[in-house]
């Protein structure tokens, strides 16, 4: 596989003699939290892990994500935990950007490295370690599993990226397309983890507004991004949440692919009782 390079976040603190005015936003229908506001001090450690420390870009509280959580994690050599997930009903979703780790599932080993990708059900039992000689980053997302009566909760799997060949949209010519590591047809599933790729020049090319909420974690590249009323430009290391129905578009305005880990909610009924 070739190697793989993707945007991580930033180190240490800006200078003092820099402007503090940057382009995070945080509106009631959208959340733009820029790569270079990920810095040192806004990271948090986690029960029972060692050698780990988390930008948690997205949880659930009024106002914002309702559905998911979601983090990057950055592991010191060693570092990692026998305990990490401490709802047993939440499913989980890792996406590795950097280095190498080795993940235990059920007491089946696997090697994870950049691009790697595994999806955890509830009560999996899983342990993650950095046995390398290099920190190591990975997006952990977490959702409460939704079960429902006659339909049985998904099985976990580990892949890689260059494992699953990317879709093109339908009439893109290429020009947007999506790397679908679940089927959208298989109900067990009530979420989906995708990579998104444009082409420069490719588009979204309506304000799509449906019911998923969304979190876009920018792989790599540059766009310019509609959300709700506003077009931002965005970059390698940038996460957005967007509220369900926020209209959205999005235009690839780099030189190169502009690709994004994207976060929704599938294939459940919207619930009539809110929580």
Request: aromatic share 14%; proline share 5%.
């Given at each position: 596989m070739s190697e793989t390079t993707y945007a991580q976040p930033a180190d240490g603190l800006p200078a003092q003699r820099e402007l503090m005015t940057g382009r995070a936003v945080f509106t009631e229908s959208y959340v733009l939290i820029p790569r270079g506001v990920m810095r040192d001090i806004v990271t948090s450690m986690l029960p029972h892990w060692s050698g780990a420390r988390a930008w948690i870009l997205a949880r659930p509280m009024t106002g914002f994500a309702e559905t998911f959580a979601q983090y990057i994690v950055e592991l010191d050599c060693n570092g990692g935990s026998d305990d990490p997930e401490p709802d047993q009903g939440a499913e989980a979703v890792l996406f590795v950007t950097s280095g190498e780790m080795e993940l235990e599932i059920a007491g089946v080993s696997h090697r994870?490295?950049?691009?790697?990708?595994?999806?955890?059900?509830p009560a999996s039992g899983w342990r993650l370690w950095n046995r390398g000689d290099q920190p190591a980053t990975f997006h952990w997302i977490r959702k409460a599993y939704e079960c429902v009566q006659g339909i049985d909760a998904p099985?976990?799997?580990?892949?890689?990226?260059?494992?699953?060949?990317?879709?093109?949209?339908?009439?893109?010519?290429?020009?947007w397309a999506t790397t679908r590591f679940v089927d959208p047809a298989d109900m067990r599933h009530d979420m989906a983890v995708n990579i998104v790729s444009f082409q420069p020049g490719g588009v979204i090319p309506f304000e799509e507004?449906?019911?998923?909420?969304?979190?876009?974690?920018?792989?790599?590249?540059?766009?310019?991004?509609?959300?709700?009323?506003?077009?931002?430009?965005?970059?390698?290391?940038?996460?957005?949440?967007?509220?369900?129905?926020?209209?959205?578009?999005?235009?690839a305005a780099g030189p190169g692919v502009f690709r994004y880990l994207l976060y929704k909610d599938v294939n459940r009924h919207p619930a009539l009782r809110l929580p």
């Open positions: 994870l490295s950049c691009g790697s990708y595994a999806y955890l059900p099985d976990a799997f580990v892949t890689h990226e260059q494992a699953v060949a990317p879709v093109a949209m339908p009439d893109t010519n290429g020009a507004t449906h019911v998923m909420e969304h979190g876009l974690y920018v792989l790599e590249g540059k766009a310019v991004y509609k959300l709700n009323t506003d077009w931002v430009e965005v970059e390698a290391g940038d996460f957005m949440w967007l509220r369900a129905f926020c209209p959205q578009a999005c235009y």
